[in-house]
């Protein structure tokens, strides 16, 4: 390709991008996937995966163009499928739709795929290009490379904090850490996740709703899960009544009884395994990723953080830094003992950095060990 060519081709990718996103947040535990048909230069069709189940997009965009799909480029950011799932493989139906190239972003790891479709088109006589914009296809469906690949949820650690690193003041005031901005910017990452979790401590002292809450109505509410151990939360907790259409899930200890008239609620029980008299996250994760979870929300407190840091189960930190400084004993947003020394820190990589109102909001990924 010619850098002229290159550049069109991002072009066309970025609109399919853009169509991709339109689906962040409910195609789980698919992919979000974006495609754009163009032909002479000019966008014939768009579509987007818009549920688990149903259509994928370069299906859609095929339906859409009908027979100008004929002699069309198709971008897609997910490389097609090659597989009879519970579609028929996408494929086989730009092979019989007459599309002349095809233009990837990311390569599809579900081993159902992986590298099959592209060598399928290629097969069929269908020009491909692949990894164009790679990286930003990737990052758009990180969450779901991390669950395709190993079965587990992606999780997102979120927290806002002062600029010394605090949650809450010494008396646990937390109204409002972050600003205006922030806050909508959480409500907008809500949106996008499967399921927000919090611990006991946060759910008893802030009474949160874990709904997402958008301008004029818009946006859903992700799952909500809560760890209450013992069950020892009292069952007056917005969390197990205010009304939504999605489900609270109460995971906590097997062997734990649940009273009777808890059932009634309508909230659901997650038996957990117990790992040194705590719920084993290991196992809670198994148990959402079964649920078709694949990207965790993590909303505190310091104690959860902690475990989730400690058990090296965060892909990703995202801190809303407010230009304030709580002081003293008041809590970091990590809690438990400080290492010894500055050489055994946590280290994180990746960090980015960008202004939100009068906050910042710091992302940054945990180093493997
Ligand atoms: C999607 N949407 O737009 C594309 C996908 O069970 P199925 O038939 O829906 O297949 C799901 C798999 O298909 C998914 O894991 C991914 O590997 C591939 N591509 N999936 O849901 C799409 N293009
Ligand atoms: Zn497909």
Redesign the pocket.
């Known amino acids: 390709m010619t850098r002229s060519e290159r550049a069109a081709a991002e072009g066309f990718m970025r609109l399919a991008l853009a169509e991709a996103a339109k689906g962040l947040g409910r ?1 789980s ?3 979000a ?1 974006g ?1 754009v048909l163009v032909k002479d230069g000019r966008v014939v069709a768009r579509g ?2 818009a549920r ?8 859609v965009a095929l339906r859409r163009a009908g027979e100008e799909a004929r002699g069309a480029d198709l971008y ?1 950011t ?4 090659s ?5 028929p493989p ?1 494929s086989l139906a730009l092979l019989e739709a007459g599309v002349r190239r095809v233009f990837v972003g990311s390569r ?1 790891p ?1 081993l ?2 992986n590298g099959r479709g592209i060598a399928r088109l290629r097969r069929g006589g269908v020009e491909v290009t692949a990894g164009v914009l790679r990286e930003e296809c990737d990052a758009l469906n990180a969450h779901w490379f991390r669950y ?1 690949t190993s079965g587990r949820p992606y999780v997102t650690l979120k927290a806002a904090i002062t600029l010394d690193g605090k949650l809450a003041t010494r008396d646990g005031d937390a109204r409002w850490v972050s600003g205006e901005a922030s806050r909508a910017e959480a409500h907008r990452l809500r949106d996008r996740v499967d399921a927000v979790l919090v611990g006991a401590g946060t759910a008893r002292a802030d009474d949160p709703r874990l709904t997402t809450r958008l301008p004029r109505g818009r946006g859903r509410d992700p799952v909500r899960v809560v760890l209450d151990p013992r069950l020892s939360l009292p069952p007056s907790l917005k969390l197990f009544h205010h009304r939504s259409k999605a489900p609270t899930l109460v995971a906590h200890l097997a062997g734990v009884r649940i009273p009777a008239r808890r059932l009634a609620e309508g909230v659901q029980f997650l038996a957990c395994r117990e790992r040194r008299g705590r719920i084993d996250l290991h196992d809670l994760l198994d148990r959402l990723a079964a649920r078709g979870i694949a990207h965790l929300l993590v909303e505190g407190g310091a104690e959860v953080h902690r475990s989730f840091l400690d058990e090296g189960l965060a892909d990703r930190v995202l801190l809303f830094v407010a230009p304030k400084i709580a002081g003293g004993e008041a809590r970091s947003w990590v809690a438990g003992p400080s290492v010894a020394r500055m050489a055994d820190a946590l280290a994180l990589e990746g960090l980015s950095v960008r202004p939100l109102g009068e906050d910042l909001l710091v992302t940054a990924v945990p180093v493997r060990r």
Do not use: Q
Request: net charge negative.
């Open positions: 195609t535990p698919n992919p996937v495609a987007h995966h688990a189940g149903g259509p994928h997009a370069e299906v897609t997910l490389e097609p499928c597989h009879f799932g519970k579609t996408c599809d579900n159902l795929v395709i």
